[in-house]
């Protein structure tokens, strides 16, 4: 059977995050720009991490709830994304990962987050079993800005 065990300092257990992330992610190259940015650099309020354990307390995957802003219904409102959900391959297809879903799901039920969301390819299935559902579309907007007018006097070319 499989626990989900709450981080309560990041610092304590960098490496151990890294190392998950490396053996899990497509993205493992960039895992030590992600941490930082996600876990030390973040502008928002600190993230949330639970561990799943096995029987013997070693610990097989990760998941993270990373508290954002956002704009819901013409108001800004605080939620969180469930991100970072990674469980080693020999304890996929198991409720490890399912596990570490509703401890993210019970969180949000106890805090003053309006709700949790999931941008996921890879784990609609474990979201849905663990009580997430569709609210809608999702939209991201981005501008880009052009810049060249105010580097043309530095550079060099």
């Keep these: ?28 190259d960039e895992v030590d720009v992600w941490y930082r ?21 070693r610990r097989v995957g990760f ?8 704009q ?8 969180a994304q469930a991100a970072n959900l990674n469980v080693v391959t020999e304890h996929r297809g198991t409720s490890a990962a ?5 401890a993210v799901t019970a969180h949000v039920d106890d805090s003053e987050l309006a709700f949790a969301f999931g941008i996921t390819r890879n784990a609609v299935a474990v979201q849905r ?3 997430y559902h569709d609210m809608g579309v999702f939209s991201r907007w981005i501008k880009f800005f052009r810049t ?10």
């Design 37 to 57: 940015w996600a876990y030390e650099q973040s502008p928002y309020a600190a993230n949330r991490c639970w561990f799943v354990e096995v029987d013997d307390q």
């Design 72 to 79: 819901v219904d013409g108001g800004v409102q605080d939620v």
């Design 1 to 28: 059977s499989y626990s989900a065990v709450p981080v309560e300092s990041f610092a304590s257990v960098k490496d151990e995050l890294l190392e998950l992330m490396r053996s899990n992610f497509s993205w493992r």
């Design 129 to 131: 079993r663990a009580g």
């Design 98 to 102: 399912i596990k570490l879903q509703r």
């Design 63 to 70: 998941t993270a709830l990373m508290p954002r802003r956002m």
């Design 148 to 157: 060249e007018h105010k580097l043309e006097s530095r550079l060099p070319w």
